[in-house]
């Protein structure tokens, strides 16, 4: 009879798991369950919609300096299936992958549903089920339930859906994504596996009450945010949006602070540098500077660090400074203070905000139970796991994406090198 693998989770992982292993093994009887009605939703919104795929990073070295939690598990399991491995195995399958200027990988076509049907058609092909409104409950393991002759018989597992239904197979692949809540392991727990406890990354901070909301819309292509009462900080570009503060640099705080954030009930001061070429020091300088540079300029009229004017105007008025004056009037009270405020604004968050394609759940499986080079359980022969529901997230970019496809593909190759 034909060995069955039933892989649990319609999305990213699951399917490429199934798809490889079907592909690499066409002895298997591959089987997808989805909990859900819908496929590949994260697929579909990732990238507003276009999918960003994968990142254009060729150093292992470099890529896994991306993921706050999964490093040392990710150095050895990016040696077996890596960035140019994935670019190859859509081209192989006629999709080619553009690179845009902050490195993430998007389908030349401009559209996730180019990469949800390459699945669709790919699944189709190798003959693999798909079940939807299926979620499995509880996942027996025979082996563990029995002993004696017919070891191979008895090496099977169970499993019991939420309608009912029992469903037999000889591998399983766990890529049903991240739990938000440390209930939902319990099935899980019952076979012997640990798990750190999910918090949410990836999501935006929110500062009710600060004027700097009426700038929403306004982006500065480079600030320095560190969390306060901590070492953590983070470079890259920043969004103000109505609610308060998002972009690449916000987004990578928040995954790299998640569990701090959370421990913190998302209450806590961040401190914001707008001029990172600049120091506490260095930017008194330059003030001091500008006072004979621009003397008779009025302060307000030129801006000398090419800020967005509104947001040149804002921190003019929260030092209290008239836009009228000019350079060489500055009262050195207010130099400090505009010294101070463009290079260390502190602000209270108070709450996060969450989008479904930013969202990434820090937590999952623990990491020393599964083996990097096979994704196979260290517990329970013939288990496997894959994507998100592994204790491994990344940032923004493309990262947690190619995690998918890596395990999706080790565990695949794995599960087919069985006869």
């Not at 037999?168 to 406890?197: I, R």
């Not at 999910?198 to 292509?221: A, D, K, Q, R, Y």
């Not at 540098?273 to 330059?286: D, M, R, T």
């Not at 997230?393 to 998918?404: K, L, R």
Request: hydrophobic share 40%; glycine share 8%.
């Amino acid at each position: 009879m034909r060995k069955k693998l039933i892989v649990i989770g319609g999305g990213a992982a699951g399917f490429f798991c199934a798809i490889n292993a079907a592909q690499k093994n066409p002895a298997l009887d591959v089987t997808i369950i989805e909990k859900s009605s819908k496929l590949l939703s994260k697929v579909r919104v990732s990238g507003g919609g276009r999918c960003n795929v994968t990142h254009a990073c060729f150093s292992i070295a470099e890529m896994i300096k991306k993921y706050p939690r999964g490093e040392k598990f990710l150095k050895q399991s990016f040696h077996h299936f890596f960035t140019t491995d994935t670019i190859q195995w859509f081209k192989e399958r006629g999709i080619e992958l553009k690179t845009e200027g902050d490195g993430r990988m998007f389908p030349s076509t401009n559209s996730s549903e180019t990469i949800i049907n390459c699945f669709i058609h790919e699944a189709e092909k190798l003959r693999i089920k798909i079940v939807m409104n299926c979620e499995v409950v509880q996942l027996e393991n025979q082996l563990k339930e029995n002993s004696g002759d017919n070891t191979e018989e008895k090496n099977k597992f169970l499993l019991t859906c939420k309608d009912g239904s029992i469903l037999q197979s000889d591998f399983v692949c766990v890529a049903s994504g991240g739990y938000h809540k440390k209930e939902y392991f319990a099935w899980l727990e019952k076979l012997g596996h640990g798990f750190s406890s999910p918090v949410p990354s990836l999501f935006t901070f929110n500062i009710p009450g600060n004027s700097i909301v009426e700038l929403m819309g306004i982006s500065v292509n480079e600030v320095i945010i560190k969390l306060n009462g901590s070492k953590l900080s983070q470079t890259g570009p920043l969004l103000i949006t109505h609610w308060g503060l998002s972009g690449p640099a916000i987004l990578k705080l928040s995954a790299f602070a998640a569990r701090i954030l959370a421990e913190r009930k998302y209450d806590f001061v961040i401190t914001i540098n707008w001029l990172p070429q600049f120091n506490a020091n260095s930017i008194l300088e330059k003030l001091k500077s500008l006072r004979y540079d621009l003397a008779s300029q009025k302060v307000g009229n030129r801006n000398p660090f090419c800020l967005p004017s509104r947001l040149w105007q804002y921190h003019l008025e929260c030092c209290g400074i008239n836009e009228d004056v000019r350079w060489a009037d500055l009262p050195l009270r207010l130099q400090n203070l505009l010294a101070i405020q463009l290079c260390s604004q502190q602000f209270h968050v108070k709450g996060k905000t969450t989008f479904k394609e930013e969202f990434v759940t820090a937590g999952g499986i623990k990491l020393s139970d599964v083996n990097a080079a096979s994704m196979e359980s260290r517990i329970l022969p013939k288990l496997f796991f894959a994507g998100e529901i592994l204790d491994v997230d990344g940032i923004t970019g493309g990262f947690n994406f190619q995690h998918a496809w890596t395990s999706g593909y080790i565990a695949a190759k794995t599960i087919a090198s069985f006869s």
